[in-house]
């Protein structure tokens, strides 16, 4: 018996944990597991792959990144966007499924975000034996309570504003931290619940900076002269005011990212000394979080065995301290968003957290 | 309005966050927060305490310990053992009391373990506004689902488990890392997970140790000469064994904790080179991870809420990722021991962990 | 007999280190400390300060920022520029003279970079009982060997290195990552070193863009086909270059630092996927490693034993793994820069680094 | 071309740092390099090793360990030993020199301790194109200022002190940390003093625990009611106060470490709850800190630069922060001691930390 498993996407830590738990499950079963390279390209004839045993997987728990490479291009690449989804062009498909033949692979296991899982509906349907991953570091998927890689990211944001936060105080400054999450605000949340930030940005509660601002003037006459903000990349200014920025600053104005701008107009409005910082690409990598690791060990020993009971077009899944799994197919584009009057927002709201509504 | 604060019995990481959580919430709702030193001790006339305002939480998040001090000793120490649990004598009660009085404390927070909060418990009865908020870094508590402190300390056996893997590696040697557990082995059973152990032994699976070694000898046969093993301190060698280890010592055995005797028992049957380590105050100390941030303060949101609502005799709980409260005469002394059948112990012999049985 | 010490500058770790080493220097001697706040400013009637006694400094080792506050703005700051350093106002001076006097400060230690001992070189010929300690995070005094903060900013960069390591690996990219040094490269060059950087741009050494894309096309066909780029803040572009990349984009170029700059060029002349990271205000915080924590105490106990000798106008340097002393005035405007044919860019190049020359 | 290298004695961080180097060096030459497997014994025909290509050491810059394995043990082990060394036999170094002619190594990089470069010395006269790397976590060769693994080890402590600090401020004790440091106690001390350990204990200096007492009781009479101790491995007890100990025990005492009898003994001494804790092989593993990486690749490049030159016998070492070679012969077992009366010493006192005498 053997089994595929491919990267797809983004990167995002814990990926090498779900290789782990794959390899690791099935070789107690006496599988063999074939890794393909860069995601569903290396399904393409000739075929680029590697047989996995378990001595290759060997320290890879703690490495950021995936042995095995991804794409978030390529000849498969499902295009999402205002709701249409483009399928992967049928000669594509033709010449992938020869490689998955001539190799007789029994089950692939797809660990890929929202565009790479349409892309196995696409291919489940058309009958291959696929299970899904879910993988998305904003930790935004409703089948799935929790998804590997949004607690490292997490903690990435909150050791920047660790760093942040001593720099700010000795300055007196307010320091704006941009952090991953284009539609979901989840990283943002919780990393500045955790990193003790004053002021959180997110996409899915407008806000009106001169809220912000008069806040921050009240801290200031209160006694505390630093501010930490956390703003998410998708958060977004309200309609109008981007464009008295630009016009205010003559038109010569260079901006960088929303964190970029929203330093500069806090710096405008307060009067005070302003910093901004994007954590970008540091977030994705490092070493994954004990609990990361974990959570894509017990996904990849799922996807074992949902291979062994022939259970394919599922995804596995996450729910109330369980892993368990759901139809690939009710699991794809449903987005699970920051509710602005949900638990997590209204404890940040409890402990004096300004979220700019 | 004014309400208390004491944490009591061992250090456990986040502490500092349900602080600042109480501080956070109640400063929203006008009230003043006294933090009682070095657990109930405080309490006694003429009372140790200060007032906590917002600027006092400052930067706390990320430090260890509590700033409140704390105390698994004193004139308040509810024994537990074997069923009895002593209670506080009525001359303390009514000195404590008095200290409450006089600041015209409205609800009183205990942080604390089983033992503090069988405590809070009597001087609930005996009328006391008590609130508990669970505290026991083996996440061992069956009322709540997490309780801050686990990821931390988990996270520091994966840190340890990293540091010797790779000297384990270079050296073909078996190492083996000693973690905190008396009577629940989560922390070994996660920690070991995340960071690659090959065995995990826990208080809760009787283990044999030569099918530990047999396991060993099998690893090396396979390529495999270097093996990590995680041990709880409350694991126990099967009955009769200790006395074999001694014996063949000559008497001249002397042996440190549970660690130290695998270690030689295991290189006394494996012939191989075995070092062993243990982790000890090591995993309580430390910045708490984000995870541990957001659950203590979310928890000392909550504390404040259920003394908004006058709900006392309720323990902070967490269920199904919702913060919530339970009575705490349900909750106290009922453990949630690791199943031999359950699902992460399943998880550990399918990426195949040998767990001594 | 008590003695003054304030910040001046930007942030660097290890300032606490230096608090930390004069109040226990200090108070072995029976000698009191005050600690003024926010750089010179706090010297200004009615004074800013706090005494500060060895409980005051408990665990602040650990701590980035500084725990008295700084400033690169205000009332004494030296403008650095083109060769002219302004003096400090008379009436200024004068003020600053009187809060000296009144507290009885018989010597004031003052950390910070040029600017500020500039200033302090102005006080100390007007007659103040100034003691320098050296503050560069980029490590560029001549006078001194070592500065504390800049193993910390190394640290950090190596560590976000090791973050952005397995994210190329994975999608085959070039990642460049900006990080500080205006006017020397010493932070990158030391963090492209021990991070394993593939290129590291430099502002003491022109480069070629065109040869670095010329080395990464040659890695790609050897079979490396990922590429970390350090740049330097103040590593810059050859003439023209700048205007060429702006043209070839119709003048809708929105640019950010240098290490924006360089990664859309190597992605044009490359024709790989590159991504561009800046790490900003995240090098200044953060806990000092053990080194700059070690230097920083060293520091400070130097500059208590100056005081205690009465040798004014100096300023404290580290020199053979010998903490010593120089003369202020031999000290300030004297760079150290990084040596085109010195033995660490030798060492680079002798692994095989770019640096574009 | 081709070179030979292979690390012998302790695991010790930076060890792939040298091999980074020696490849990325000897590559840029034209050359090959083999590494041998497990020290010497690699060398046993039929030799075990692998040749190591840069792709080979890619990303190894951050990893503990050695990816060619080391040993203490085996058939070239040079016993060290009240000053007689054993000779490795003539048939072993026969055997060994048939693997090298076959291979047509032209130079041999040794990276090693006392024992291993002892055994190189030996190579070399009899005709062996050896060249020495020292490595000794403990940095206690006086022929190199500095060796790498030992700011990592450093770092270590300060990791566990950091961890220990908050944890005896909020319970009121004393926490005893045992670190690595036979003969030399620069671990103990540079951790130490990075640390905020108030009390320091070397081999070097001979102390006198109730004077510790004594210290420890004069700081809790000042209101600081915690106390670090950090104790090296070499450390001992005056002459008879072991027996005293054991006696008072009633010859029941179990003890572990100095760390433990240290604390036992305070315990007894001041009344106060006194707690010890042992990091043993946690100091050599993780991920070596910036600066070992740099000098580990540093030694690197200069053991070739010496293979380039044909200048044998030399071992690499590092002076006033120039790397450079001294003579294999003047090198070993001439050890560096800390100095009762050095600058680290006094610096340490200066700032109030007891050093027992």
Same sequence: chains 1, 2, 3, 4.
Wanted: proline share 4%; hydrophobic share 40%.
């Amino acid at each position: 018996m053997r089994i595929g498993i491919l990267n797809s996407g983004g990167d995002c830590p814990g990926l090498n944990a779900v290789i782990h738990g794959v390899v690791g499950a099935a070789s107690q079963l006496g599988w063999e597991v074939i890794g393909f390279k860069d995601g569903f390209e290396g399904l393409l004839p000739p075929g680029d792959y590697k047989v996995l045993k378990p001595q290759d997987t060997l320290g890879i728990l703690k490495l950021g990144g995936t042995i095995l490479g991804t794409t978030n291009k390529g000849h498969f690449a499902a295009k999402v966007g205002k709701g249409d989804i483009a399928e992967v062009p049928a000669d594509i498909v033709a010449k992938a499924k020869r490689t998955m033949d001539q190799l007789e692979i029994r089950a692939l296991v797809i660990v890929g975000g929202d565009g790479s899982l349409t892309t196995g509906l696409q291919l489940y349907r058309e009958g291959w034996p696929v299970i899904g991953v879910p993988k998305t570091i904003d930790n935004d998927l409703r089948a799935t309570a929790m998804t590997f890689g949004f607690d490292s990211a997490v903690s990435t944001v909150v050791d920047g504003l660790d760093r942040l936060h001593t720099t700010a105080e000795s300055h007196k400054r307010i320091m704006v931290l941009e952090v991953m999450g284009r539609h979901a605000g989840w990283i943002a949340l919780w990393g500045g619940i955790a990193g003790g930030a004053d002021v959180i940005l997110l996409p899915e509660i407008p806000f009106d900076t001169e809220k912000v601002a008069e806040f921050i003037k009240n801290r200031d006459s209160q006694g505390h002269h630093s501010t930490l903000v956390v703003v998410a990349e998708g958060a977004h200014l309200p309609d109008g005011e981007l464009a008295t920025i630009a016009e205010n600053a003559g038109g010569e104005v260079r901006l960088g990212g929303i964190g970029d701008i929203i330093a500069r107009r806090l710096e405008s409005l307060t009067g005070k000394e302003t910093r901004s910082c994007t954590l970008g690409h540091l977030q994705r990598g490092g070493a994954p979080t004990a609990l990361d690791r974990i959570l894509g060990t017990r996904f990849g020993v799922m996807a074992v065995k949902l291979a062994e009971e022939g259970r394919f077009g599922r995804m596995v899944s996450y729910q109330a301290y369980h892993v368990d799994s759901v139809p690939i197919e009710e699991a794809v584009n449903q987005l699970r968003l920051v509710e602005p009057d949900g638990e997590m927002v209204k404890a940040a709201k409890a402990v004096g957290i300004c979220l700019g509504d």
